[in-house]
């Protein structure tokens, strides 16, 4: 029961990080990935299994919230699978503050690629520019609310939360 709290925040942050992107309006032809964020975030602090966890419920709300994917599922596995490759960046994550960082970018890469290449195969649309605009504004968003987002995970650890 003393878990409750930071699932409930960790639920909180993943149906804010679906929605927000598609209510607010951005200048820039692509909107970030801030799913990956939050996965990203969970995954540093308690390593690959936390991170995957926390991946395949943000997948999830992806898969199911509008316009959705066209494969249900697909997108839960994908971003289970780049949080615990992000996860595994856990124990080099003090050797520079960089590393996180890192590690974050290689994770939205890794979801943006699937997502190009399901493209590629016929399954939704991507095309390569936004996904490179994607991920650009994925990294410059991730320099400011990464550290931000670990803090809490930080904050909700410390409370015995976590």
């Known amino acids: 029961m003393s878990h409750l709290p930071s699932v409930l925040g960790r639920a909180v942050l993943l149906l804010a990080a679906v929605l927000l992107p598609a209510l607010t309006?951005?200048?820039?032809?692509?909107?970030?990935?801030?799913?990956?964020?939050?996965?990203?975030?969970?995954?540093?602090l308690h390593g690959p299994v936390t991170g995957a966890l926390v991946g395949l419920a943000g997948?999830?709300?992806?898969?199911?919230?509008?316009?959705?994917?066209?494969?249900?599922g697909s997108a839960a596995l994908v971003y289970a699978g780049a949080g615990a490759l992000v996860g595994t960046a856990r124990r080099y994550a003090a050797w520079s503050p960089l590393v996180p960082l890192v590690?974050?970018?290689?994770?939205?890469?890794?979801v943006?690629?699937?997502?190009?290449?399901?493209?590629?195969?016929?399954?939704?649309?991507?095309?390569?520019?936004?996904?490179?605009?994607?991920?650009?504004?994925?990294?410059?968003?991730?320099?400011?609310?990464?550290?931000?987002?670990?803090?809490?995970?930080?904050?909700?650890?410390?409370?015995?939360?976590?």
Do not use: C, I, K, N
């Open 103 to 110: 590690a974050t970018v290689v994770g939205a890469a890794a």
């Open 59 to 72: 997948g999830w709300l992806v898969d199911l919230a509008p316009p959705g994917t066209e494969v249900l």
């Open 25 to 44: 309006p951005w200048v820039v032809p692509a909107r970030p990935d801030l799913v990956v964020l939050v996965v990203a975030a969970a995954a540093l």
């Open 112 to 162: 943006l690629a699937v997502r190009g290449t399901a493209s590629a195969a016929g399954v939704g649309l991507a095309a390569p520019g936004d996904l490179l605009w994607t991920l650009l504004v994925t990294s410059v968003v991730a320099v400011v609310a990464l550290p931000l987002l670990v803090a809490l995970e930080r904050w909700w650890t410390v409370r015995g939360w976590a």
